[in-house]
């Protein structure tokens, strides 16, 4: 069978699975430097990258056999992922509710935003920040707010003991200290 008569995946779904989905019923909860980050990254393709593509491949179309032409075979590639890039990041866009977490600062109970240190039954502590589902970056110590962790921590104060299901058990840990970044003045 020819490739012209073939489907090419739209491969939409690839892009979401990159990412954990949102619960269904709940928002999209992120921090204002993690809306501006996704903001920028979006505005970044949508202004400069997927011109500039487009740009190569209307020039490799127009020279000729397009079957064998690399510019345009991986721009239209690279075209493509563009577009589903730009069609997740509009759609969590879209959905985002921007909770500052510098609302809560000197509040010692856990909430979305919160940097909260704890320890295990074996003493062991741990320092996490709770951020959004597009903005966790587990190297850093950040999870998201969907993470098992964060669900335990979440509304707890400091010296309270909570359980954490574990694939090992339940396992108690002790909310150590919260912190939360100050407010910015303007």
Same mark, same amino acid.
């Given at each position: 069978?020819?490739?012209?008569?073939?489907?090419?995946?739209?491969?939409?779904?690839?892009?979401?699975?990159?990412?954990?989905a949102i619960p269904a019923g709940t928002r999209n909860y992120m921090t204002p430097k993690g809306y501006?980050?996704?903001r920028a990254e979006f505005m970044q393709l949508l202004d400069v990258e997927r011109p500039k593509i487009?740009?190569?491949?209307?020039?490799? =179309?127009?020279?000729?056999?397009?079957?064998?032409?690399?510019?345009?075979?991986?721009?239209?590639?690279?075209?493509?992922?563009?577009? %589903?890039?730009?069609?997740?990041?509009?759609?969590?866009?879209?959905?985002?509710?921007?909770?500052?977490?510098?609302?809560?600062?000197?509040?010692?109970?856990?909430?979305?935003?919160?940097?909260?240190?704890? =320890?295990? =039954?074996?003493?062991?502590?741990?320092?996490?920040?709770?951020?959004?589902?597009?903005?966790?970056?587990?190297?850093?110590?950040?999870?998201?707010?969907?993470?098992?962790?964060? %669900?335990?921590?979440?509304?707890?104060?400091?010296?309270?003991?909570?359980?954490?299901?574990?694939?090992?058990?339940?396992?108690?840990?002790?909310?150590?200290?919260?912190?939360?970044?100050?407010?910015?003045?303007?």
């Amino acid at each position: 069978m020819s490739k012209a008569f073939t489907k090419e995946s739209d491969g939409d779904d690839d892009e979401d699975m990159a990412l954990p989905a949102i619960p269904a019923g709940t928002r999209n909860y992120m921090t204002p430097k993690g809306y501006a980050d996704l903001r920028a990254e979006f505005m970044q393709l949508l202004d400069v990258e997927r011109p500039k593509i487009v740009e190569v491949v209307s020039w490799a =179309a127009k020279n000729g056999d397009r079957s064998e032409n690399g510019d345009y075979l991986y721009g239209k590639k690279r075209l493509r992922e563009i577009d %589903r890039r730009i069609r997740f990041l509009t759609k969590r866009l879209d959905v985002a509710e921007v909770a500052d977490p510098s609302a809560h600062h000197g509040s010692d109970q856990v909430f979305f935003g919160a940097t909260v240190t704890y =320890a295990n =039954a074996r003493g062991e502590e741990r320092t996490i920040t709770i951020k959004g589902i597009d903005e966790s970056d587990s190297l850093k110590g950040e999870v998201s707010w969907i993470a098992p962790i964060a %669900r335990a921590l979440l509304k707890a104060r400091e010296g309270d003991e909570v359980q954490l299901m574990t694939p090992g058990g339940v396992e108690k840990i002790e909310v150590l200290e919260v912190r939360y970044p100050a407010p910015v003045r303007v």
